[in-house]
């Protein structure tokens, strides 16, 4: 996808439009072309210079119409001409050293800068000429101070809120040197937006971790079964909508609310309760509960999911007869363009059922182009409504006469939230969240902690390698960047395992002996420069997987100690025991002295038992515990 339609058109005159507007007639400017599209080989113009509303393209589908354009009528008056001027700059050759902004991108700047205008128009400034490196280190200890009163607590702008004023008003300043009022000096000479936001040194950007919050595991068990409760009654909920299809036809020419009666009626006499009002609700969270289905077991983006389309899926099987499902979306992350995703058959269900969902509102659509054909061939909507003729994700805009359109993230989001609500969760839901979540499950079934995954994914291989299912057209082209972000996190648990050990002041198993002895020697600590390089050194240099009784750093996970001989890693110079693994311990000795009572087990048996409660009382004595100690 071209980040602007602009590059695309043939047109000889727009190849000659100019960089920038400085030094043109006033007619000659108000008539460059700042966007247009395409409509059955016809280009036409969307925007003009001239026009106080910009349309923009570049955004992906998920994305409303009202985001999709920029007003200057919402700038302070004096800034209207010189920010036009500016994002006509913007459009057309981009900042220095990076390329032509997309759809999104430009909408950030153009939100993120009106503070800053409205803080100089405060000030009585009226052109950007005026403005000194004292004005913007106020207008910093401004934003600073300022407080968001769209939430119930009035909160500060967060650190990237800031980076992101302060990176505008960086932007202002380069691109106005392109306009006929520039700004003399940078902002803050002596730094950067960055630094101004407090994201530089020990708090910047790379070393804060993830932004996106991690939806606790108690949270997503109960989000994950409603969801699979929902789809297994999916297709007993779309048979009873589609039955109203034959009631409506029956009532032709009743008023609206016969209609709705009659349907109520008909609900009524099917076993459903609560009229059309409360099936139109079961209909919308059955949707929702399919987007956290796919969204839980690809790692998709919300604009990967939400560009899905009908027949988005496919199967391939491997030599040995093995099956693998997988689902084909378009990622517009920096123009990646389509990619695959393996999927287990949950979400195979649940494709099929929003492709059986969303029937009705395809229909809608493809009526809509008829019926705007009709009306005006030239209409630009018509492209904009093939755009979404095949989605699966879709929703009427009560705002814009019930057109059907992709789902938004923004009503998503609030969709997400209702849900959540309704399983009685106090969590603020976004779709962003489910993305870390996949990769960090995935990550910890590399680790080895396979509790969770084991009883919601029981179908689901995680081979992550996926070469050999692969045929000439599915496979091929994968999400490479989910791959990074499941490394992340794994290095993250890795990172907070070791922080673990070296905290804990006891530690059984042969590994966690040695490295009791390790860390009390000074010497040891000081050929690290601080605590996080020892942490990491020590991840990175140790194998590290989870077996539910130990932390194993063997390279291999041949050992028996892993599966059938438990009781072997107390021994063992590959394992780590911490008190997270004393209640296990305790009840195998627990169990084990039991055992000793049993009249039938031999004496090969009774020394078995022996030997491994032998092995349990050693691991609790090293964790500072007696082995007749309670655990709560």
């Not at 968001?148 to 992101?164: D, E």
Request: proline share 3%; glycine share 8%; aromatic share 8%.
């Amino acid at each position: 996808m071209k980040n602007n339609t602009l590059a695309a058109l043939p047109w000889a005159p727009l190849a000659a439009q100019p960089g920038d507007v400085r030094g043109l007639p006033e007619d000659e400017r108000d008539a460059l072309i700042i966007s247009a599209t395409q409509l059955d080989g016809q280009w036409i113009i969307l925007s003009r210079y001239c026009d106080d509303i910009w349309q923009l393209d570049g955004f992906t589908n998920n994305v409303g119409a009202g985001r999709r354009r920029l007003d200057f009528r919402t700038v302070p008056t004096a800034f209207r001409a010189v920010l036009k001027a500016i994002f006509y700059r913007y459009l057309r050759r981009g900042r220095s050293g990076l390329g032509r902004p997309k759809g999104s991108t430009l909408r950030t700047f153009f939100t993120k800068v009106k503070p800053f205008l409205q803080y100089l128009e405060a000030l009585g400034l009226d052109h950007l000429g005026a403005v000194t490196p004292l004005i913007c280190t106020t207008y910093v200890a401004s934003c600073k101070a300022h407080r968001k009163t769209i939430r119930p607590k009035a909160q500060p702008l967060t650190q990237y809120g800031l980076h992101h004023r302060f990176s505008a008003v960086e932007a202002l300043h380069e691109l106005s040197h392109y306009t006929n009022d520039p700004m003399p000096l940078h902002p803050w000479p002596e730094t950067s937006a960055k630094g101004m936001a407090g994201l530089t040194g020990p708090n910047s950007r790379h070393k804060q971790g993830s932004k996106t919050r991690l939806i606790p595991d108690d949270d997503f068990c109960i989000l994950f079964e409603r969801a699979f409760q929902k789809i297994e009654h999916g297709q007993q909920l779309l048979d009873l909508r589609d039955t109203l299809d034959a009631v409506a036809a029956q009532c032709k020419g009743l008023s609206e609310n016969g209609i709705v009666y009659w349907k109520n009626r008909h609900l009524g006499t099917h076993g459903w309760e609560g009229g059309l009002k409360r099936l139109n609700r079961a209909l919308l969270d059955l949707r929702t509960a399919c987007y956290i289905i796919l969204a839980s077991t690809s790692g998709c983006r919300n604009h990967e999911l939400t560009n899905l389309c009908s027949g988005s899926c496919h199967r391939t099987e491997d030599d040995e007869g093995t099956v693998y499902h997988w689902m084909r979306s378009r990622s517009d992350k920096t123009d990646a363009g389509i990619h695959d995703w393996m999927i287990p058959e949950i979400a195979v269900r649940s494709l099929r059922l929003m492709e059986r969902w969303s029937t009705p509102y395809q229909a809608q659509i493809a009526a809509e182009i008829l019926r705007r054909r009709r009306a005006n061939p030239r209409d630009t909507q018509i492209v904009e409504a093939h755009k979404h003729r095949h989605s699966l994700f879709l929703a009427a805009d009560c705002s814009q006469g019930n057109l059907v359109r992709t789902l938004s993230i923004a009503t998503c989001n609030r969709h997400l939230k209702d849900f959540a609500k309704d399983c009685g969760l106090k969590s603020n839901l976004a779709t962003h969240q489910f993305r870390r979540k996949f990769a960090n499950y995935v990550a910890h079934s590399r680790f080895g902690d396979l509790r969770y995954l084991k009883e919601h994914y029981a179908h689901w291989s995680l081979d992550m390698t996926l070469g050999y299912a692969m045929d000439d057209s599915w496979g091929k082209h994968l999400d490479l960047e989910l791959y990074d972000d499941i490394q992340g996190e794994l290095e993250d648990i890795k990172l907070g395992v070791v922080d673990s050990w070296l905290g804990e002041e006891h530690l059984a198993g042969g590994y966690g002996r040695t490295l009791q002895h390790w860390k009390r020697e000074p010497q040891n600590l000081l050929i690290f420069k601080d605590h996080a390089s020892m942490l990491k050194s020590i991840a990175d240099s140790t194998a590290i997987r989870s077996n539910g009784h130990a932390w194993c750093t063997a390279d291999n996970d041949g050992c028996v100690g892993n599966t059938l001989e438990r009781t072997r890693c107390g021994n063992c110079n590959n394992a780590v025991i911490g008190r997270r693994h004393a209640a296990i311990y305790q009840r195998l000795y627990d169990d084990l002295k039991g055992l000793l009572h049993c009249q039938d087990i031999g004496e090969g048996g009774r020394q078995r038992v022996e030997r491994d409660l032998n092995r349990c009382r050693d691991v609790l004595a090293q964790l500072g515990m007696g082995p007749e100690t309670l655990i709560a």
